[in-house]
């Protein structure tokens, strides 16, 4: 069974920087890129961005470039979602999924002064 | 860019009666693996989505019957053929390549 574990919830400070990771078992973390979406409070999700863990090979939203970094880790089978210059508009529940049909539990990420 | 968008963006359905959702997106979503790469998910509240359809009509793992799905090209359809209370909630179709997102559609039971 697919199984993503993501790390606890954030709080940081507007210009802060946040890292989430995300802890898969259950499948050879090489076979499938690992995405991270963005859900608002209140709002629908947003695909922010994929790693392929085979080569940490990433690919990023426009709207994130600049801002975001993923990475993926095969010694541990963990992949990670680095976001800098927080705003608070990014105050979000940050969600890791692999193969369309596995997903993280959801790492909610407040930013405030 | 791809942009999906969904109809209606909530619908309220009597238990047992049918609910659809449309799904119309900007561009033909056949890819050149032959595959049409449209996803419909369910999200309850306070958790993340669950995959219910892939590749436009296939049901995923331990779906019920009641889900199916249908369409080609740029116009997508999920179909509840008859609605129980567990399947409230908002309703999102989804593109493959990078993961764009409908806006959602919340089903009232």
């Known amino acids: 069974e697919v199984q993503l574990l993501q790390s606890g919830p954030e709080i940081k400070e507007p210009g802060a920087s946040v890292t989430i990771s995300c802890k898969v078992s259950g499948y050879n973390f090489t076979d499938f890129y690992v995405h991270w979406v963005k859900q608002a409070p209140g709002k629908g999700l947003e695909w922010m961005g994929l790693v392929d863990p085979t080569d940490g090979e990433s690919d990023y939203a426009e709207r994130f470039q600049g801002r975001i970094t993923i990475s993926a880790d095969t010694s541990t089978d963990t992949a990670y979602m680095q976001l800098s210059g927080l705003r608070s508009d990014d105050t979000a529940v940050y969600y890791c999924t692999v193969a369309l049909s596995g997903w993280g539990q959801g790492t909610l990420v407040t930013v405030s002064s | ?71 080609s090209g740029t116009d997508f359809t999920l179909t509840i053929s008859r609605v129980e209370a567990e399947d409230a909630g908002t309703y999102y179709c989804m593109q493959g390549l990078h993961l764009t997102f409908g806006q959602g559609t919340k089903v009232e039971i």
């Open chain 2, 1 to 71: 860019d791809i942009v999906l968008t969904q109809t209606p963006l909530s619908l309220s359905v009597t238990p047992g009666q049918p609910a659809s959702i449309s799904c119309r997106s900007t561009q033909s979503l056949l890819h050149s693996d032959g595959e049409t790469h449209l996803y419909w998910y369910l999200q309850r509240p306070g958790q993340p989505p669950q995959l219910l359809i892939y590749e436009v009509s296939s049901r995923f793992s331990g779906v019920p019957e009641r889900f199916s799905g249908s369409g």
